[in-house]
């Protein structure tokens, strides 16, 4: 796993090894930023479910101005550390031991951009959603990957699901808030 673009173009980054993880194949996640290419640039990111932390590292390479990283696991957590120090982005980086639901309910500046990527039919990626939505700044983009077999809800709080792309058995769906009509 490696950084594809930016400042840390090319650099590798640490995972955790076995069946509790699932990181992002790197043609999705090459995908995802190419969803979102010119929406990085000084943007605050949000990758819930950090797990090693490539989608906030791949962003803050991109130019995103702080990533927040967020995942229960206190080996993931020691991971997406490690990642952050051999990057050098410390200062542009936060990093949360805790449950996600825990995490969304505490008061926070808005995010422009963010990351899903729950363990599978786990449902944690629904009940993250409408949380995510509140933490979410309105010209925000909210990105969830999840397996072609899971449906996922039209909206979630004011953002509506746009488009889904697919990658061999991964969905990249988008959410996204729509702007208010113009009288």
Do not use: C, W
């Not at 709080?157 to 991964?170: E, T």
């Amino acid at each position: 796993m490696r950084i594809i673009a930016g400042e840390a173009r090319g650099r590798r980054l640490e995972t955790r090894e076995g069946m509790d993880v699932r990181p992002t194949p790197e043609r999705v996640k090459e995908a995802l930023f190419n969803i979102l290419q010119f929406q990085i640039e000084g943007r605050r990111v949000l990758d819930l479910f950090a797990g090693s932390g490539q989608l906030g590292l791949e962003a803050l390479s991109r130019g995103a101005a702080e990533a927040v990283f967020v995942d229960e696991s206190r080996a993931s957590m020691a991971v997406v550390q490690r990642n952050i120090a051999s990057l050098h982005m410390e200062s542009r980086s936060k990093i949360f031991q805790m449950d996600f639901a825990s995490f969304l309910m505490r008061r926070h500046t808005p995010f422009d951009i963010v990351f899903l990527d729950p363990p599978y039919r786990s449902g944690m990626l629904e009940k993250a959603l409408p949380l995510v939505a509140e933490v979410t700044s309105p010209g925000g983009t909210i990105i969830a990957e999840h397996p072609t077999d899971e449906e996922l809800p039209e909206t979630a709080g004011a953002f509506q699901k746009g488009r889904s792309y697919r990658y061999g058995k991964i969905y990249l769906t988008v959410y996204r808030r729509p702007e208010p009509e113009q009288v």
